[in-house]
Nanobody
């Protein structure tokens, strides 16, 4: 069982920056894939970014060049620069080891004002 706790969300003006953190109850270096997802009001949850156990990162096209995913021993980060109103959502951390060992955090709200 892996427990995930997100933090760092808040209200920011368009063009601003936020850094999200996801603190895990165990080391995340051995977890196959760690991801950030987001869900905007009335929309389906969408994948935003991920990092593999080997350190390879991937991003959805809409955030490439603006968001950076990184990690430390037990924390996953999402540095978000150049925020846009359409980035407003609840951001969730996800840990995937196998289809039977996958875990979600409770989410953190990011609101970008115009």
């Amino acid at each position: 069982q892996v427990q995930l706790v997100e933090s760092g969300g808040g209200l920011v003006q368009a063009g601003g920056s936020l850094k999200l953190s996801c603190t895990a109850s165990t080391s995340i270096f051995g977890i196959k894939r760690m991801h950030w997802y987001r869900q905007a009001p009335g929309k389906q949850r969408e994948w935003v970014a991920g990092i593999t156990s080997g350190g390879t990162t991937h991003y959805v096209d809409s955030v490439k060049g603006r968001f950076t995913v990184s990690r430390s021993q037990n924390t996953l980060y999402l540095q978000m620069n150049g925020l846009k109103v359409e980035d407003t959502a609840v951001y969730y951390c996800h840990a995937y080891q196998t289809s039977r060992s996958a875990y979600w955090g409770q989410g953190t709200q990011v609101t970008v004002s115009s």
